[in-house]
């Protein structure tokens, strides 16, 4: 892919006066799972730059992602943008995959896409499983079970309508995952989680195929600046995730990407280390080694 600012203008108004001659194009008969597969697998993109992002996309990534740092955009010009963002919070060394129709709208809004379990960012997440119901949870000491995806959706809906904050429910393990038939008109494959580290494992091994995925993690401890000036230092990613989320659930400044203390060093899935000693090298090793075109 290349990046030729000119080409992009030309396409974009190209496609751009086909369809106002044409009240029904294509990617409008399409929905937004569609439409991410199409701007995945088209072989016409062409990498951007995030300023060159429509100003709806910009504000999502600048808003919605404020704690990521930019890796990578490029542009299908038929059917829309493709965003790498790389978590510097939440799952450090975590690729995330945002894609936005031409007109800079998110997509994602499809059940069928949706992660739907508490993560407030719509952010592409291939279908790998489901989970097989009858579910148990809890928030808190409250505890429901759901008989099905729409029950499910529902509570969650629910609590969030009520307390005005989107929570993770806690399982009540053991819980079952489906994954989809291994042959055609086969039998689902049913796995049994025992565990928040087993769920995640399975999650990530979904994702392990795909853009969005684990590059590399972070050698624990690790420190941040915070938006307030204050240091949060955290033994382990559970620990960073837990103390992120404190932080923000009582931050009422301007969100802002907490600063990671440098140096730190990272571990590539092939066990190979790297020292990192600033923000540009961090972007550089996201760049080079997590990217779409990276080996």
């Known amino acids: ?6 080409f992009i203008f030309l396409s974009v108004f190209f496609y ?4 106002s001659m044409n009240p029904f194009s294509k990617d409008d008969l399409m929905n937004d799972s569609q439409l991410i597969a199409a701007i995945e697998n088209d072989a016409s ?3 951007i730059d995030a300023a060159d992002l429509p100003v709806p996309s910009l504000r999502v990534v600048e808003e919605e992602y404020f704690d990521h740092i930019f890796v990578s955009a490029s542009i299908s010009p038929k059917y829309g943008y493709s965003v790498s963002m790389g978590d510097m919070t939440r799952d450090v060394g975590d690729i995330a995959k945002i894609y936005f129709a031409r007109d800079g709208r998110i997509l994602g809004s499809d059940d069928s896409i949706r992660n ?3 993560d407030d960012r719509h952010r592409h997440a291939r279908k790998c499983f489901r989970f097989a119901f009858p579910l148990s949870f809890h928030f808190g000491d409250e505890h429901f079970t759901a008989n099905s995806k ?3 959706m529902s509570i969650l809906k629910q609590r969030y309508e009520s307390s005005g904050v989107k929570e993770k429910p806690t399982f009540s393990y053991p819980i079952q995952i489906e994954y989809k038939p291994e042959t055609d008109g086969g039998d689902p494959v049913i796995v049994t989680i025992n565990s928040d580290e087993e769920l995640k494992n399975a999650y990530q091994a979904c994702r392990g195929d795909e853009n969005d995925k684990k590059c590399f993690s972070i050698e624990f401890p690790v420190s941040f600046y ?3 000036g204050t240091i949060i230092t955290a033994e382990n990613e559970e620990d960073l995730s837990e103390k992120m989320k404190t932080f923000y659930a009582s931050f009422s400044g ?3 990407r907490p600063q ?4 730190v060093t990272i571990i590539f899935e092939d066990g190979s280390v790297m020292t990192i000693n600033n923000l540009l090298e961090m972007r550089k090793a996201w760049k080079e080694n997590c990217g779409r075109n990276s080996n």
């Open 1 to 6: 892919m290349r990046k030729i600012t000119l």
């Open 16 to 19: 751009s006066c086909s369809d």
């Open 254 to 256: 301007r969100k802002q």
């Open 116 to 118: 739907g379990i508490g």
């Open 260 to 263: 990671l203390i440098y140096p």
């Open 45 to 47: 993109a062409i990498n």
């Open 226 to 228: 915070m938006p307030d």
């Open 150 to 152: 729409e029950e499910f």
